[in-house]
């Protein structure tokens, strides 16, 4: 998933998410820990914030420092086995001044009955001048400590902390809900009833990005990258 670019937790919400309370050392009341025996994965679906349908596509575009960014999403007809859990693959790939950057294959599966969908890692592709130069940022849940996070809940709660991926000096990112009833503008079109969100790392304190979701489509902003385009074709 795309890193960063560089209000009270309520009590109910471990029992909404399928969840108790993290047990990350500080992890500042974010929850960390899902019951995932409860769960029946499917890799198909949606909730009013996102929609893991395959041929379902957003793309983005936006100036990130002297850089024009654009950025493709979308959802495969591809599915991967990670911990165990039959997994939707959902690839990314960013261009940075027309330059390829990242491609990256997420891993995604929606739990029955509480219609969370759970973040179960990403393979990553890192490039300069067209050739791959690293795999920083990738991880899968059940390899070397990582578990699956939560990416969007079923049932969403104003103030609600969560972590998005959990694997130790990787990447753990979290997130908190801080709004619901955002307007948004984008070259694609004008939303209301937008849900806001901030994420966090504890791998880089300093670091905070903003996304906007709007109820049918997904994810409408992230940091500065507005969507420009989606397309409801699906397979």
Known sequence: MRKFSLATLLVVLPTLLGAPTGSFAGNEGFTDSFRLDECNFKTRGRNPYFILEPGYQLIFEGEEGKEFV??????????????????????????HDSQLAEISRNYFAICDPTNS??????????YEDGEIVSHDGSWRAGEDG?????????TVLLGSRYFQEFAPDVALDR???LSLSEVVETPADTFEDVLKTVETTPLEP?????KFYAPGVGLIQDGTLKLVGYSAFLL
């Open 146 to 154: 990582a578990s699956p996070g939560i990416m969007m809940p079923g």
């Open 175 to 177: 997130a908190e809900i």
């Open 70 to 95: 654009r950025l493709g999403i979308t959802v495969l007809n591809e599915t991967r086995t990670i911990a165990g859990v039959k997994t939707r693959v959902v690839e990314e790939v960013e261009y």
């Open 206 to 210: 300093n670091a905070k990005e903003y």
């Open 117 to 126: 969908v759970f973040y179960f890692g990403e393979d990553v592709d890192n």
